[in-house]
T-cell receptor, first 112, second 113 residues
Framework: QKEVEQNSGPLSVPEGAIASLNCTYS??????FFWYRQYSGKSPELIMS????GDKEDGRFTAQLNKASQYVSLLIRDSQPSDSATYLC????????????FGKGTRLSVIA | NAGVTQTPKFQVLKTGQSMTLQCAQD?????MYWYRQDPGMGLRLIYY???????DKGEVPNGYNVSRLNKREFSLRLESAAPSQTSVYFC????????????FGQGTRLTVV
């Protein structure tokens, strides 16, 4: 069973703080990893992708990947109320054009 | 650039009725997917089409059928709707290469009464 696990939350952080979202996956051979943001009533939108061990930064967002620990995280710096959403972790476990496997998502609430 | 377009956006069906959800993408993607999303359950794959001419079952295929009409279009059919199929349905597409992301349509909110 190919699984992606996320803490469902809600994760509450004050405005301006760093939000840390975590994801673990079951398949050691997984190669590509994605973070999506989903606002209530809307469709998921891609915010970050990462393929190699280490950190990848894009503006206020940093994705971190540790393949040995089968762990991927998303850090949001200077969190804003507009960051309040559900964040979905997705993993391409078998490579190629096999479907992405999604976690159930972590709900983030940024308190002004 | 429209991306992935789903129709309809909202639908109410009576138990036993049938309907087809339409999905079209204009990004020349090879792979297309149908997911359903229910509270607390995340995105669950119903069916997918890795390339034009192929379809495969996902995690929750029972009660559904699909057609990959051409490279652009991938439809999802409910032959006899049941209340358990009340959900939000998302169509997605990917180029299909190794490290490519999925792009989602705006979703169809389906209620079966």
């Amino acid at each position: 069973q190919k699984e992606v696990e996320q803490n469902s939350g809600p994760l509450s952080v004050p405005e301006g703080a760093i939000a840390s979202l975590n994801c673990t996956y079951s398949d050691r051979v997984s190669q590509s990893f994605f973070w999506y943001r989903q606002y209530s009533g809307k469709s998921p939108e891609l915010i970050m992708s990462i393929y190699s061990n280490g950190d990848k930064e894009d503006g206020r967002f940093t994705a971190q990947l540790n393949k040995a620990s089968q762990y991927v995280s998303l850090l949001i710096r200077d969190s804003q109320p507009s960051d309040s959403a559900t964040y979905l972790c997705a993993v391409n476990m078998l490579g190629g054009n096999t479907p992405l496997v999604f976690g159930k998502g972590t709900r983030l609430s940024v308190i002004a | 650039n429209a991306g992935v377009t789903q129709t309809p956006k909202f639908q109410v069906l009576k138990t036993g009725q049938s309907m087809t959800l339409q999905c079209a993408q204009d990004m020349n993607h090879n792979s297309m997917y149908w997911y359903r999303q229910d509270p607390g359950m995340g995105l669950r794959l119903i069916y997918y089409s890795a390339s034009e001419g192929t379809t495969d079952k996902g995690e929750v295929p029972n009660g559904y059928n699909v057609s990959r009409l051409n490279k652009r279009e991938f439809s999802l059919r409910l032959e006899s709707a049941a209340p358990s199929q009340t959900s939000v349905y998302f169509c997605a597409s990917r180029r299909g290469d190794f490290n490519t992301e999925a792009f989602f349509g705006q979703g169809t909110r389906l209620t079966v009464v």
